[in-house]
C-alpha cells in the first residue's frame, strides 16, 4: 500500500512538472494576454482582428501596445491616447474597467475598412458602454487600426466669479450643553407616488420636495403590505434618486420591488427620509437640448452644461417621465462615466422602456454632481 | 459668500420625566411587595406618624413601649435606618425624604413589629419645567404649527400632579404675542401656536408662577408667491430674471432656494435649476424663436414667456 502511494505521488508530482514546463515554454493566448505579454496577439490580417487586437491591449491596459498598433499614431501621444480611454480628469471611466466589448463591420473594401468597437466597461456604478467607429486600413499584409481621438477639451482662459451658496452645519458635541436637542431634519414631502406592476416585480415611482430652506440629504423607503396589512417587503431608492435637495428642489424615486405582485399588495407604506448636510449650490448643470426620442429605441437624449468653473468629476442624470395627465409613468437614470469640464457640453442618453414609450408625454430632468476637486 | 447657522429650539431633559416615570412605577411595585409581605399586626407598640408628608418636608415619627428598636423608611430610591428609643419621638429635618411616592415605615423591636404608610407628596411650589417646543423651524403663516408642551417640577425634581396654571406666550417677530393658558393635568400641560406673517425668531415661553423656560422658534418663508421673471436679449442668448421673490407675506424667499427654467422649443427642453442669489434667480438661455420659456420653484408656477427673434 506504501510503495503503490509514493508511486502515485511521484508520478502526480512528474506530471505536475512536466505541465508547468509545456504551459511556460508555449503557453494559450488567453493565459498570455492575462500576463501581459508581448507579441501574444494574432496577427492583424483582417480588419475586425486588428481592432479585436486593440481593444484586447485596451483590456489588458497594456497602452504602449494598444499605441504601437495604431495606424494614425503620429496625430496624438501614448499619454493622450491612454486618457482619450480613461478620461482626463477623475471620473467613473478612471476606475472602470473593460468587461468585454464586441466589434460590428460597417464598411470593408480591399484596402480599408470601418469597424464600429462597441466597450463595455464594469465601473462602480454598474456598466456603461461607450462606442467608437475606427477607420482601418491596409498596410501590406498587416491592418492598422486609426483611433478616432476625441482630444482633451480647451476651455477658453477666463474668470468666473463664484458666489455660490453653502450652509454649514453645526451639530451638538458630546457634553454638549445641548444634550438632548439636535438640529431639526428638513422637512421634506412626498408629492407624487404611483406604483406599477412590471414584468420583474412591483414597482413604485415617485417624486420628493424638499419644502425647507435648508439643504437635505434625502431617501424613500417603502413597505408593501399584503391585504391583511402584514409586511411582504421593504426596500429603499438606492441610487434612484438625487440624495442632495435644496430648498424647493424636486427629485423623483423609483422604487423596486422583485418578484413582487402588485395583486398581493393591499396597501403601500412610504417613509421618506432627511437629515440636514452640509451643501453648496454650486455647480449649476444646465440640461440643454432635452428630447423625447419615440419607439423603437425610446430615448430621452440631451445634453449636460457644466455652467460653473471647477470640474465636475461624476454626474448623475435621472429623468422623469409622466403621461399626458401629468402622473409619472417612469423614472430613469444614467451616469456620465466622463469629467464633466467648465463650459462643455456632454451628451446624455436614458434609455424608455419600449412599452411605456407610447404613454410618456412630458419629462422632467435633474442632475445631481459629485466632485472631488482632484485633477489627473 | 454666505453662511447660515442652524440653531435649534426645542431643549428638555427626557431623562428626569423617563426618571419620574420609572419612580412611579418602582413605587407601586414596592408598596405591593411590602403589603404582601407585611407581617401580622404589632404584637405591641404603635407607630404615630402623619399619613402624608411634602417633599422635603421635616416630620416626625412617635413610637409607644419601651426598650430600643429600629425605624425603617423605606420608599424609591431611599432608604432611612434610625436606632431609636421606643417611647420617644424621632425628628426627621426637613430635605430627608424629598423623593414623593409612598414609603413604608416600618419599626422593629424586642417584641415589636409594626408597618405603616407615609405618603410623600410633591411640593405645591413649582421650581423647574422642562419645556419641548417643536418644530425648532417652519414657514409662516402656519395655524398650529408650533406645539410647546410643558412638564412641572418641584425644587426636588417630584413631578407635580396637582393641577396649576401655565402660560404660554409667544411673541412673534413683530413683536405681537399670543397667549394661552393651560391648566396641567397629572404634570404636563400643552399648546398650540400658529406661527405669525413674518419671518424671523420666535420667543416661545411657558411660564407657571415665578418659574419660567424659553425657547427660540425660527419662522422660515412660505413657497414663492408671485413668481415672475423678465427675458432680455444678450448675446446672441436669451437673460431669464426674476423679480424678487417674495412669499405670500411678502418674506423675502433665501438664497439657495432652486428656481426652474424650462424652455421648451422644437419638440426639445432645456432645463436649468438655479439657485437664488441675491434675492432673485437669473440664467441666460438659448434664444430660441418660438420657445415657450417657463419659471417655477418647488411646486408653484410662475409666469410663462414666448420668445420671438429680436
Not at chain 1, 453645526?170 to 450643553?177: F, H, V
Not at chain 1, 411582504?232 to 438625487?242: L, P, R, T, V
Not at chain 2, 404636563?188 to 423656560?213: C, L
Request: proline share 7%; hydrophobic share 40%.
Amino acid at each position: 500500500m506504501n510503495i503503490k502511494g509514493g508511486m502515485l505521488a511521484v508520478l502526480l508530482g512528474g506530471a505536475t512538472v512536466v505541465l508547468v514546463i509545456i504551459g511556460t515554454l508555449s503557453p494559450v493566448p488567453a493565459a498570455r494576454a492575462y500576463a501581459g505579454g508581448e507579441g501574444i496577439m494574432p496577427s492583424p490580417t483582417t480588419p475586425e482582428l486588428a481592432v479585436r487586437n486593440l481593444a484586447g491591449a485596451i483590456k489588458a491596459r497594456a497602452w504602449g501596445r494598444a499605441y504601437d498598433s495604431l495606424g494614425n499614431k503620429a496625430e496624438f501621444s501614448e499619454e493622450e491616447f491612454e486618457h482619450d480611454i480613461t478620461g482626463y480628469y477623475p471620473s467613473l471611466r478612471t476606475y472602470a474597467t473593460l468587461d468585454h466589448f464586441d466589434v460590428r463591420p460597417l464598411r470593408a473594401s480591399d484596402n480599408d475598412a470601418d469597424i464600429r468597437l462597441n466597450i463595455y466597461w464594469s465601473t462602480v456604478v454598474g456598466v456603461s458602454s461607450s462606442s467608437r467607429d475606427l477607420h482601418v486600413v491596409r498596410n501590406g499584409d498587416r491592418w492598422q487600426a486609426d483611433w478616432p481621438i476625441v482630444k482633451k477639451p480647451m476651455v477658453p482662459p477666463q474668470v468666473i466669479p463664484v458666489n455660490y451658496l453653502r450652509w454649514d452645519v453645526i451639530y451638538p458635541g458630546p457634553g454638549d450643553d445641548w444634550g438632548a436637542q439636535s438640529v431639526e431634519a428638513p422637512h421634506v414631502r412626498i408629492i407624487d407616488m404611483h406604483p406599477v406592476q412590471r414584468a420583474e416585480g412591483v414597482v413604485i415611482l415617485g417624486e420628493l420636495l424638499n419644502e425647507d430652506v435648508v439643504p437635505a440629504y434625502v431617501s424613500v423607503n417603502a413597505t408593501l403590505l399584503s391585504k391583511s396589512q402584514t409586511p411582504i417587503a421593504s426596500e429603499g431608492s438606492f441610487d434612484k434618486i438625487s440624495h442632495i435637495l435644496l430648498p424647493k428642489q424636486v427629485t423623483p424615486f423609483l422604487i423596486n420591488f422583485p418578484d413582487a405582485q402588485l395583486s398581493d399588495v393591499g396597501s403601500i407604506r412610504m417613509t421618506p427620509f432627511s437629515t440636514l448636510v452640509p451643501a453648496s449650490a454650486d455647480p449649476v448643470i444646465a440640461i440643454d437640448n432635452a428630447h423625447l426620442n419615440p419607439a423603437p429605441n425610446a430615448s430621452l437624449t440631451g445634453e449636460l452644461i457644466n455652467q460653473s468653473g471647477q470640474v465636475v468629476n461624476v454626474a448623475h442624470v435621472l429623468g422623469t417621465f409622466y403621461n399626458n395627465t401629468g402622473q409619472v409613468v417612469w423614472v430613469a437614470d444614467e451616469y456620465i462615466d466622463r469629467a464633466l469640464l467648465p463650459q462643455t457640453p456632454a451628451k446624455f442618453d436614458i434609455h424608455i422602456p419600449e412599452d411605456l414609450a407610447h404613454s410618456i408625454s412630458s419629462e422632467r430632468t435633474v442632475v445631481s454632481s459629485y466632485s472631488s476637486e482632484g485633477m489627473l | 459668500m454666505s453662511h447660515r447657522r442652524l440653531i435649534p429650539a426645542d431643549a428638555t431633559s427626557h431623562s428626569r420625566i423617563v426618571g419620574a416615570v420609572h419612580s412611579a412605577i418602582l413605587g407601586a411595585m414596592l408598596g405591593a411587595i411590602f403589603a404582601a409581605a407585611q407581617p401580622a399586626p404589632a404584637q405591641s407598640g404603635n407607630l404615630t406618624l402623619p399619613s402624608s408628608i411634602e417633599a422635603g418636608g421635616a416630620f416626625s415619627v412617635t413610637s409607644s413601649g419601651s426598650g430600643k428598636g429600629t425605624l425603617y423608611i423605606v420608599g424609591l430610591g431611599q432608604a432611612i435606618k434610625r436606632e431609636v428609643q421606643l417611647g420617644e419621638t424621632t425628628v426627621f429635618a426637613a430635605g430627608t425624604l424629598y423623593n414623593a411616592g409612598n414609603y413604608q415605615v416600618i419599626l422593629i423591636g424586642d417584641g415589636t413589629d409594626v408597618t405603616e404608610s407615609l405618603a410623600v407628596k410633591p411640593a405645591a411650589q413649582p421650581a423647574d419645567v422642562s419645556f419641548l417646543a417643536k418644530p425648532s423651524r417652519l414657514p409662516v403663516r402656519l395655524q398650529g404649527g408650533i406645539t410647546g408642551a410643558v412638564y412641572v417640577f418641584d425644587a426636588y425634581e417630584n413631578l407635580i400632579t396637582a393641577p396649576l396654571p401655565v402660560n404660554f406666550d409667544l411673541t412673534g417677530p413683530a413683536g405681537g404675542t399670543q397667549t394661552r393658558t393651560v391648566i396641567s393635568r397629572d404634570g404636563a400641560a400643552w399648546a398650540e401656536m400658529n406661527s405669525t406673517d413674518h419671518q424671523g425668531n420666535d420667543k416661545f415661553v411657558a411660564r407657571i408662577g415665578n418659574v419660567s423656560s424659553a425657547r427660540i422658534i425660527g419662522q422660515v418663508p412660505g413657497d414663492p408667491c408671485g413668481l415672475k421673471m423678465t427675458a432680455s436679449p444678450n448675446r446672441g442668448e436669451v437673460k431669464l430674471e426674476t423679480a424678487p421673490i417674495r412669499d405670500c407675506s411678502g418674506n423675502a424667499v433665501p438664497d439657495g432656494t432652486v428656481v426652474t427654467f424650462t424652455e421648451a422649443y422644437n419638440g426639445l427642453e432645456s432645463t436649468v435649476d438655479v439657485p437664488i442669489k441675491r434675492g432673485i434667480a437669473e440664467v441666460e438661455m438659448p434664444a430660441h424663436s418660438g420657445a415657450v420659456i417657463s419659471v417655477a420653484s418647488g411646486v408653484v408656477m410662475g409666469n410663462q414667456i414666448r420668445w420671438e427673434r429680436q
